[in-house]
T-cell receptor, first 114, second 116 residues
């Protein structure tokens, strides 16, 4: 069965510092990988996803994540965070060719302080 | 383009009462999902529709939960009777469809249910 583990429930950082949100997954089949973000009082939004090809994927607001098949990881990074990045971040996987069931991690609360 | 619409946004009921949640997906999206999100947890799939057909309802507690998607557009999720443990956020999402699993799912704001 698939599972997703987000290793940190809370990550406090100062503005302009780098950040890494860790995600590991377990699956016996090929998967697609996603990062969703939930800003306060808003719905979940897709941040980025890995489907195939280059293992490094980027979002429009400076986040990037790298698919590492050998370590079954999909960590999210940003070199310099802003106050506006404060949100809950969810890592998720779905099995290839099995519809769209997303398995989510528990979430990581990123808190950016001035 | 309008996003996924859910109503109500908040609902407070007494235990053993019935409750219903409504979802209007993005126009043209064939696949609709209902997720349950408990406090401090990630969402968990309850049911997935392809058009009007429920293709994955394995995680839906069928003794008290039911769902329908008439005409393959709007959907309603019902709980009858509600229990204290049903207090959570109920999320609706939609996507263009297909079986590849790589579709982006677009989420609504959710309905926060409190059962007293």
């Amino acid at each position: 069965a698939q599972s997703v583990t987000q290793l940190d429930s809370q990550v406090p950082v100062f503005e302009e510092a780098p950040v890494e949100l860790r995600c590991n997954y377990s699956s016996s089949v090929s998967v697609y990988l996603f990062w969703y973000v939930q800003y306060p009082n808003q719905g979940l939004q897709l941040l980025l996803k890995y489907l195939s090809g280059s293992t490094l994927v980027e979002s429009i607001n400076g986040f990037e994540a790298e698919f590492n098949k050998s370590q079954t990881s999909f960590h999210l990074r940003k070199p310099s965070v802003h106050i506006s990045d404060t949100a809950e971040y969810f890592c998720a996987v779905s099995e290839r060719n099995q519809g769209g069931k997303l398995i989510f991690g528990q979430g990581t609360e990123l808190s950016v302080k001035p | 383009e309008a996003g996924v619409v859910q109503s109500p946004r908040y609902k407070i009921i007494e235990k053993k009462q019935p409750v219903a949640f409504w979802c209007n997906p993005i126009s043209g999206h064939n696949t609709l999902y209902w997720y349950l999100q408990n406090l401090g947890q990630g969402p968990e799939l309850l049911i997935r529709y392809e058009n009007e057909e429920a293709v994955d309802d394995s995680q839906l507690p069928k003794d008290r939960f039911s769902a329908e998607r008439l005409k393959g557009v709007d959907s309603t999720l019902k709980i009858q009777p509600a229990e204290l443990g049903d207090s959570a956020v109920y999320l609706c999402a939609s996507s263009l469809g297909g079986t590849s699993g790589g579709d982006t799912q677009y989420f609504g704001p959710g309905t926060r249910l409190t059962v007293l």
